[in-house]
């Protein structure tokens, strides 16, 4: 317990103090996100680069675990695949906060990641059957649902960056909920722990100055590096991604919507951004910020506090359940967007 507390506490405040040198600079380079009459309705420029941050306080940590011998070298080996994977994604976003990339080209960076974690062998190789066992998935499977679940996560993070700390909460109750999956249940596995508890505690570092008003902004590489990191923490805890699914269920759930909405109702481009999202959308029917940010966290953190404790069928009736609420409220009170 001393050393679970002592190692959440560095987290905190080597990610703290390394996003207080990071937004000096960003701030000394101009790098920073400019208000605008759509999507950025903060008052006055506020410094990008918070993912940069982020992926080193993680690291850093992450390394000196395992000079400690608190991480197998097994675990180190798929972490240094991570950690590659992770630097891909930084460098990516942190070019699209200088230069304002492509989405097109942007994407490029995403892809590499995944493609690495997953050639590094950071994959799904089992999976729960909710009418009970264990599903044993072939290398191909593993391969496609493995993709597709670290490309929607990534995604999901990068287009639910809208609000102040709102991404930065959601981070911090998925890792909480496989913090606490791997220490109260009998899955327990220490080193597991350990990454889910440095994680939660950089984003919780990171918090101070990304709260609302926010002082500093993850940018393109914190908002894509918030859901990888989260998505491939899943894949590493033993595959499982039900409690970060939980966790996410809303804004995945908002963020397939959305998606589905440019593309077959409005004609646009799903790459391009909007305020059609349920925060955008809360935002401007009188909502505070602040309220929508609760609201998300509330949510995200009841369902993964459930998630650690529920057999995998109620888990899929629950999320079931928290689709079918979200459009019917999209349809009565979002019809006209």
């Given at each position: 317990?001393?050393?679970?507390?002592?190692?959440?506490?560095?987290?905190?405040?080597?990610?703290?103090?390394?996003?207080?040198?990071?937004?000096?600079?960003?701030?000394?380079?101009?790098?920073?996100?400019?208000?605008?009459?759509?999507?950025?309705?903060?008052?006055?420029?506020?410094?990008?680069?918070?993912?940069?941050?982020?992926?080193?306080?993680?690291?850093?940590?992450?390394?000196?675990?395992?000079?400690?011998?608190?991480?197998?070298?097994?675990?180190?080996?798929?972490?240094?695949?991570?950690?590659?994977?992770?630097?891909?994604?930084?460098?990516?976003?942190?070019?699209?906060?200088?230069?304002?990339?492509?989405?097109?080209?942007?994407?490029?960076?995403?892809?590499?990641?995944?493609?690495?974690?997953?050639?590094?062998?950071?994959?799904?190789?089992?999976?729960?059957?909710?009418?009970?066992?264990?599903?044993?998935?072939?290398?191909?499977?593993?391969?496609?649902?493995?993709?597709?679940?670290?490309?929607?996560?990534?995604?999901?993070?990068?287009?639910?960056?809208?609000?102040?700390?709102?991404?930065?909460g959601i981070v911090?109750?998925?890792?909480?909920?496989?913090?606490?999956?791997?220490?109260?249940?009998?899955?327990?596995?220490?080193?597991?722990?350990?990454?889910?508890l440095v994680l939660?505690?950089?984003?919780?570092?990171?918090?101070?100055?990304?709260?609302?008003?926010?002082?500093?902004?993850?940018?393109?590489?914190?908002?894509?590096?918030?859901?990888?990191?989260?998505?491939?923490?899943?894949?590493?805890?033993?595959?499982?991604?039900?409690?970060?699914?939980?966790?996410?269920?809303?804004?995945?759930?908002?963020?397939?919507?959305?998606?589905?909405?440019?593309?077959?109702?409005?004609?646009?481009?799903?790459?391009?951004?909007?305020?059609?999202?349920?925060?955008?959308?809360?935002?401007?029917?009188?909502?505070?910020?602040?309220?929508?940010?609760?609201l998300f966290w509330?949510?995200?953190?009841?369902?993964?506090?459930?998630?650690?404790?529920?057999?995998?069928?109620?888990?899929?009736?629950?999320?079931?359940?928290?689709?079918?609420?979200?459009?019917?409220?999209?349809?009565?009170?979002?019809?006209?967007?």
């Amino acid at each position: 317990m001393y050393m679970y507390i002592l190692i959440f506490l560095l987290s905190v405040v080597l990610s703290f103090f390394l996003a207080l040198i990071i937004k000096k600079i960003a701030s000394h380079y101009k790098i920073e996100d400019y208000p605008d009459d759509l999507r950025k309705r903060h008052k006055k420029p506020v410094p990008l680069l918070g993912g940069v941050g982020l992926f080193l306080s993680f690291f850093i940590i992450i390394f000196f675990l395992y000079f400690l011998n608190l991480l197998s070298y097994e675990m180190m080996r798929l972490l240094l695949w991570l950690f590659i994977a992770s630097f891909v994604i930084i460098v990516g976003g942190v070019l699209d906060d200088i230069f304002s990339l492509n989405p097109k080209i942007q994407i490029i960076f995403p892809l590499i990641a995944i493609s690495l974690v997953l050639f590094g062998g950071v994959r799904v190789g089992i999976i729960t059957n909710p009418y009970g066992g264990i599903l044993n998935l072939g290398i191909f499977t593993s391969l496609i649902i493995s993709f597709f679940w670290l490309f929607t996560i990534t995604y999901t993070t990068k287009i639910l960056d809208g609000l102040d700390g709102l991404v930065s909460g959601i981070v911090i109750l998925g890792a909480g909920s496989i913090f606490l999956f791997t220490t109260i249940t009998n899955f327990k596995e220490q080193g597991l722990s350990f990454l889910s508890l440095v994680l939660a505690g950089v984003f919780i570092g990171f918090l101070f100055l990304n709260k609302y008003p926010a002082k500093f902004f993850l940018g393109e590489s914190g908002s894509l590096f918030s859901g990888f990191i989260l998505g491939s923490l899943a894949i590493l805890t033993g595959a499982k991604i039900a409690i970060t699914l939980m966790v996410l269920a809303l804004p995945l759930i908002d963020f397939l919507s959305v998606i589905l909405k440019r593309f077959f109702l409005k004609n646009k481009s799903i790459f391009k951004g909007d305020r059609m999202h349920l925060h955008f959308l809360l935002v401007d029917r009188g909502w505070k910020p602040q309220n929508v940010v609760f609201l998300f966290w509330g949510v995200s953190g009841v369902l993964g506090i459930v998630s650690i404790f529920l057999p995998s069928i109620l888990k899929v009736l629950i999320l079931s359940l928290v689709i079918l609420i979200f459009f019917v409220i999209d349809i009565f009170f979002f019809k006209d967007v």
